[in-house]
């Protein structure tokens, strides 16, 4: 008699607490049950789920491989004077200033790399560092290189009234006959010109 007391227990629970999923909330005009509220939560909780999951990565050109040459322009370890104007100059063994081939603390191996020499016009920029974010192909023959700016507190790349500038070792070939938009990673285009 237990055993059935305590079956028919059981059951009584059941029934209560699955049915109550089908009574309305109080003040509900609607008359919209706790099953169909739950499922709506449901459907909410899956969307924050699926966002949950992941994001699709951003697609992006194709970008060749390059590495930042970082050296003190000073008498000490050679010379790279600066350009009189702003620009953009793509350096080969063949056409490269011979001062590149005088720096003492980086070694320029002709026959792997070639050499983009980026400096800016930009005289709000005078005194800074430029530190290479990416180079990525664009459409044809346009090629995007994304820059970060700071100032050069130490007077280690540039002095306080010199252009902001950078030299970029690339794979021979893959710069060559290019055209160049040189912009900040915040999206502002910088003047070359």
Not at 63 to 76: H, L, T, V
Not at 80 to 106: C, F, M
Request: hydrophobic share 35%; with cysteine.
């Amino acid at each position: 008699m237990k055993k059935l007391g305590f079956g028919v227990f059981m059951a009584l629970l059941l029934l209560v607490l699955s049915g109550c999923g089908l009574l309305t909330q109080a003040g509900d005009s609607k008359g919209e049950t706790n099953s169909s509220k739950t499922e709506e939560g449901t459907s909410d909780e899956n969307s924050e789920e699926s966002e949950e999951v992941g994001q699709a990565a951003n697609v992006t050109g194709e970008q060749p491989w390059f590495a930042q040459i970082r050296f003190r322009y000073s008498w000490e370890y050679g010379v790279v004077p600066r350009a009189s104007t702003g620009g953009i100059w793509y350096y080969t063994e063949e056409k490269h200033p011979g001062t590149l081939d005088n720096l003492k603390d980086q070694e320029i191996d002709w026959g792997k790399v070639d050499i983009l020499h980026i400096q800016l016009a930009n005289k709000e920029y005078y005194g800074h560092e430029i530190e290479v974010l990416s180079i990525e192909y664009a459409e044809g023959d346009l090629v995007k290189v994304t820059v970060r700016l700071k100032p050069d507190e130490d007077g280690y790349q540039a002095e306080e009234n010199d252009a902001a500038r950078v030299f970029i070792k690339v794979e021979k070939g893959s710069l060559e006959n290019k055209k160049f938009i040189v912009q900040t990673d915040e999206g502002e285009k910088l003047n070359t010109n």
